[in-house]
């Protein structure tokens, strides 16, 4: 199999159920900007962060690619034949209890903070303000175009990595500065 198809070539693409739409149709941007935080995060692991934060990270990865899958997916058919492209309430508990776990051990907030600090945490600061820009689009979709779970997930994601971006300052040493 060849990576180009050439399909595309006339700025067009096909979602799963075989629609072409144009790559400015607002579902392709919305999982665009899905892609664009996986890849964010995927340089945020480059970082070597340390491994409990890894390995939230690496599923949050994988859940993003089912995330995608399902904005690529208008007739809502995918989810229900493969099993790894769906996510569920039990995936935004995990989130939670994530962010619980980690949040424990920071101090509590008393002012915003400033992004920034070791790489890991500046990268995952990043992907919190790529997972907010990924949120507006999908919201922007409307309710009916995705599954509830899929903007009660993005929202708790964005949480999750403010959290994990502030536990790597933290492990790494680096104080946050207040704003």
Excluded at 92 to 107: C, K, M, N, Q, S
Excluded at 123 to 128: E, I
Excluded at 159 to 169: C, I
């Amino acid at each position: 199999m060849r990576i180009y198809t050439k399909t595309g070539d006339e700025g067009d693409t096909a979602l799963f159920d075989g629609t072409r739409v144009s790559k400015t149709d607002p579902r392709v941007s919305a999982y665009g900007e899905v892609d664009e935080l996986n890849a964010w995060l995927g340089l945020a692991r480059a970082q070597a962060p340390p491994t409990a934060i890894d390995e939230v990270l690496a599923a949050v990865q994988r859940d993003l690619f089912a995330l995608g899958a399902m904005l690529a997916d208008p007739a809502h058919r995918i989810a229900s034949r493969v099993e790894k492209a769906s996510l569920t309430s039990d995936d935004v508990t995990r989130l939670e209890g994530a962010i619980d776990r980690f949040e424990a051990d920071l101090p509590p907030l008393r002012r915003f903070i400033l992004a920034g600090g070791c790489p890991a945490g500046a990268f995952l600061h990043l992907a919190r303000a790529v997972c907010r820009r990924a949120e507006r689009a999908i919201v922007s979709l409307g309710r009916e175009a995705v599954a509830p779970v899929v903007i009660v997930y993005v929202n708790r994601l964005s949480d999750l990595l403010f959290v994990l971006a502030r536990a790597a300052n933290r492990q790494a040493g680096v104080t946050e500065t207040e704003w």
